[in-house]
């Protein structure tokens, strides 16, 4: 199996941005992302400086997508693998909105349990991905545990963690469901995966 490389990792980030419509904004950059930031932890969503620090978001509208990254792709800062599984997750959120439109960002803001289904889905992707890579299933419960960044209650995290692990048992068979993550995975086994 090819090794993920910088190159290979910029080529996936290139490839998804090209198939979705999307343009990737580094964090640091923006000179709107603080008043985001902001906003954010007003709607008592996430912590700015977590989300500053960490996190990536996606903010879709009818005329642009745009996919904000704590990381430079193929950059040294974050593990090649993560950045993987991120750029399908993010994307996965694009394919959200394409299907359910703008009331879906505006409930995905506001109504805490629509917000953790839908980041469900969309963990999903990172375990579809990091098993297809590495063979290993991500562990649900610390999957669940990092959307405590989301400010989801306790009950909440238990749901989430029920779903994960009945979707560990199929992805540990190498079923893929979500759509970026089989356009991912034919592109990566293109390069020899
Ligand atoms: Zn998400």
């Given at each position: ?18 198939v ?25 969503i ?18 642009r997508r ?8 193929g ?21 959200q ?11 995905y ?17 990172n ?13 649900p419960h610390?999957l ?21 692990e ?25 390069q020899?995966?």
């Open positions: 199996m090819a090794k993920l490389t910088r190159d290979i990792t910029r080529g996936y980030f290139k490839h998804m941005s090209k979705y419509d999307t343009t990737y904004v580094h964090k640091q950059s923006d000179p709107n992302i603080k008043a985001i930031a902001f906003a954010l932890d007003l709607m008592r996430m912590d700015d400086e977590v989300f500053l620090e960490n996190y990536a978001i996606t903010i879709c509208s009818p005329r745009l996919i904000y990254l704590p990381f430079k792709p950059g040294r800062a974050v593990p090649l693998l993560q950045q993987i599984e991120l750029c399908t997750h993010e994307h996965h959120h694009v394919r909105y394409d299907r359910l439109g703008v009331g879906h960002q505006t409930k803001l506001f109504d805490a349990d629509y917000r953790a289904h839908k980041e469900v889905r969309a963990l999903r992707c375990m579809e991905m990091h098993y297809k890579l590495t063979k290993r299933v991500l562990n610390l669940a545990q990092s959307l405590k960044a989301y400010r989801l209650s306790n009950a909440q995290i238990r749901v989430v963690q029920k779903h994960l009945e979707a560990a048992r199929v992805v540990a068979q190498g079923g893929i469901h979500n759509h970026p993550s089989k356009v991912g995975w034919r592109w990566l086994k293109k020899g995966f």
